[in-house]
């Protein structure tokens, strides 16, 4: 249990996928204007990591690993270098059918994330967080509680630069540096903050 | 000076040229900063995944281009991202194969060109509409606009922050006696993102915003 508790708080504050792995950062910038958005694309990317996380987990294990086809009689076949390939279709299908889903069963829902939903699954976060959860060698159980720990640090990223950026409004940027200059020295100030958390073990 | 006016105004020298300075991907167009900055902490690591990434982007956009009167408008990302992962696939490989430390080093992040928007985009806004040759070189531009960003980057992070160029140290051991040190910090995360924040903002006054 406290080795889930660590990968969780790991994965949200020391080694955020974003401010520590500079993963999603095109949606990152693009999207973190306004805080409603933010707000709605961080809820997508959770779900959607929560999901593919362990889903290309059973897919690795047992299709791609080398040695994974032993129970369909192929105990020497290694299918690993197929994982990227793999992983991205599984996420584009994962994203589609999720966004089936939503569809169906709360209309108020897909409303404030539909529009996110496709965007999504061209984030590198996600992919990313799939290929790092097969370098480090996760279990199932952990695979889930380290998807769903990205997506966690990843919103937290995003909702608190989207409300850095309302404030940076009504401040006096120097010529050149407005927009995307300021946004990137901020996203870096940031990442100081959170790295702050390093050393947090239970 | 005739010559180089006529040089500067072919399709392929613009197709080339752009995007390397004027409508550079990463400072101007912020697109594929995700797998950019985490490479950059050493010289090395960042050249070879700027090879890569040409590599990948270049062929990617010529095979699109070639094929583009018979790709269906409908399933047309999914080609492309069929192409672009099969050529990310071969690059991941071969550094496996040859330069497997530096494989080692780069980690997840040759696999994430994948993802990153600037191969989609420009197979996306530039392969589709125009003949193989000049998506190639379009290619390659951005490839090189791509890797000038990382290249300058990793240079200041791996000067500043462990005092060596290629993992040659190039500070003398005198300055060290003087009392300087290395800035830590720059090898650090944070440190990448509020140097691109500056790299923008000093193109921006070059080009005179």
Redesign the interface.
Known sequence: MNDLINIFLNSVFVGNILLAYFLGMCSFVAVSKNIDTAIGLGFAVVFVLTVTTPVNWLIYQFLLAPGALAWAGLPDMDLSYLKLIMFIVVIATMVQVIEMLIDQFSRALYASLGVFLPLIAVNCAILGTSLFMVERNHTFIESAVFGFGSGVGWMLAIVSLAAIRMKLRYANTPRGLEGYGITMIVTGLMAMAFMLFSGITL | MVSKMKIRNTKIYKAFANPVWGNNPISIQ?????????VTVQLKTAIVMSLSMTFVVAFSSMTVSLMRKIIPRNIRI?TE??II??L??LA??FLRAYFYDISKQL??FV??I????IV?GRAEAFALSNPPHLAFVDGLGNGAGYGGVLVTVAFIRELLGSGKIFGFRVIPESVYAAGYEDMGFML???????I???L??LQ??LAG?
């Open positions: 912020m697109l594929g900063i995700c797998s950019a900055l985490a999914l991202l069929a992962a099969t990310v696939i991941d490989e980690s997840i696999g994430l994948i993802t990153n928007c989609m650090l995360a944070p440190a990448a993102f509020i691109i924040g500056l923008v903002w921006k006054v915003e």
